[in-house]
C-alpha cells in the first residue's frame, strides 16, 4: 500500500493556528474512522496525539484537534507553542489487517 | 504504567539476521497486538506488521513478508521482530508499539527504538 500524502514542512508564530493535512484512499483515510496522529520530537519515540480522527488521549492539550473529509484527514494546532515544533506523522488502518503511514510533515514554530 | 522496553543497539553484515524483543509491563500482555515500525535515518515511519500476543496470529506488510518474522513470549511478556537477509537500506530505527484489541487501531504506547545499522 502506498504511504499517505503529507505535505513536508508546515509554519506559523507562536499563538497562531497550523494545520497539516493527511490525504490517502477510501481504502485507507476515507473508509475508516480510525486516522490518528503522532508527534515526533529529535530522537524520540513517536507520541500519540490524535486517534479515531478525533479523540485526544488524556494529557494531550486540546490545542490539538483532528478531523476529517472525504479522504483528507487534518491535524491542526491552536495557540502555537514552541514545544509543538516536531515531526506529525498520520497513520490508517488500510483494511486487509493492514496498516500506513504518512510520510510526515515538520512543524516548525517561527 | 504501561512500559515497552525494547533491547539495545545492533550492527550486522549484509545477509544476515536481527532479532529485536520488546519486553511489556504495566498491563495485560495477551490483551493487546503488538506492531512493529521502522524509521531510517532521516526519514519517516514505515509499518512492519503486526502480532496477536494472545494468539500468537501475524500479518505483515507485503514488503516485508518473506524476511520478517514476529513471535512473542508470553511467560514472560516479550514480543520479538526478527528480520532476515539484511540489506544496507534496513538500516533504521526499529520501534514496537502496543495497540489495542477489536475495532483499535491507533498505536497507545511506544518502545523506546532498537538502532539496527547494516554494514559490511
Known amino acids: 500500500q502506498s504511504a499517505l500524502t503529507q505535505p513536508p514542512s508546515a509554519s506559523g508564530f507562536p499563538g497562531q493556528s497550523v494545520t497539516v493535512s493527511c490525504t490517502g484512499t477510501s481504502s485507507d483515510v476515507g473508509g475508516y474512522n480510525s486516522v490518528s496522529w503522532y508527534q515526533q520530537h529529535p530522537g524520540k519515540a513517536p507520541k500519540l496525539m490524535i486517534y479515531e480522527v478525533i479523540k485526544r488521549p488524556s494529557g494531550v492539550p486540546d490545542r490539538f484537534s483532528g478531523s476529517k473529509s472525504g479522504n483528507t484527514a487534518s491535524l491542526t494546532v491552536s495557540g502555537l507553542q514552541a514545544e509543538d515544533e516536531a515531526d506529525y506523522y498520520c497513520s490508517s488502518y488500510a483494511g486487509r489487517n493492514d496498516w500506513v503511514f504518512g510520510g510526515g510533515t515538520k512543524l516548525i514554530v517561527l | 504504567q504501561v512500559q515497552l522496553v525494547q533491547s539495545g543497539a545492533e550492527v550486522k553484515k549484509p545477509g544476515a539476521s536481527v532479532r529485536v524483543s520488546c519486553k511489556a509491563s504495566?498491563?495485560?500482555?495477551?490483551?493487546?497486538?503488538v506492531h512493529w515500525v521502522r524509521q531510517a535515518p532521516g526519514q519517516g515511519l514505515q509499518w512492519l506488521g503486526w502480532?496477536?500476543?494472545?494468539?500468537?496470529?501475524?500479518n505483515y506488510a507485503l514488503k516485508f513478508q518473506d524476511r520478517v518474522t514476529m513471535t512473542s513470549d508470553t511467560s514472560i511478556s516479550t514480543a520479538y521482530m526478527e528480520l532476515s537477509r539484511l540489506r544496507s537500506d534496513d538500516t533504521a530505527v526499529y520501534y514496537c508499539?502496543?495497540?489495542?484489541?477489536?475495532?483499535?487501531?491507533?498505536?497507545?504506547?511506544w518502545g523506546q527504538g532498537t538502532l539496527v545499522t547494516v554494514y559490511s
Open positions: 508499539a502496543r495497540v489495542g484489541g477489536g475495532y483499535t487501531y491507533h498505536f497507545d504506547y
Open positions: 502480532s496477536n500476543c494472545n494468539t500468537g496470529a501475524t
Open positions: 504495566g498491563y495485560t500482555f495477551t490483551g493487546y497486538y
